[in-house]
Nanobody
Framework: QVQLVESGGGLVQPGGSRLLSCRAS????????MGWYRQAPGKQRELVAQ???????DYADSVKGRFTISRDDNWRAAYLQMSSLKPEDTAVYYC?????????WGQGTQVTVSS
């Protein structure tokens, strides 16, 4: 079993930055994939960014150039550095870990971009 805990959410002004963290506990394999998703009110959950097993990263078009995903060398933590935040980035952000065909989700952390 894997448990994921996100942190770092909060209120930020437009144009500001925020760092989200996701820490994994339990049995985590080194070749797992981790990603960040978000869900805004009334909308479906969408992929924001993910780090693949080969270390490459993918981003949603809406966050390219503004967000950066990274993870620890021990594969037990992932981060989402968000910059130039916009009101439309407001959402609950979820961390996901995929390994051995299973998907694990955190409880989410709220990010609100507002002046």
């Amino acid at each position: 079993q894997v448990q994921l805990v996100e942190s770092g959410g909060g209120l930020v002004q437009p144009g500001g930055s925020r760092l989200l963290s996701c820490r994994a506990s339990g049995t985590v394999f080194s070749m797992s994939a981790m990603g960040w998703y978000r869900q805004a009110p009334g909308k479906q959950r969408e992929l924001v960014a993910q780090i693949n097993r080969d270390g490459s990263a993918d981003y949603a078009d809406s966050v390219k150039g503004r967000f950066t995903i990274s993870r620890d060398d021990n594969w037990r933590a992932a981060y989402l550095q968000m910059s130039s935040l916009k009101p439309e980035d407001t959402a609950v952000y979820y961390c996901k870990l995929e390994q051995v065909g299973n998907n694990y989700w955190g409880q989410g952390t709220q990010v609100t971009v507002s002046s």
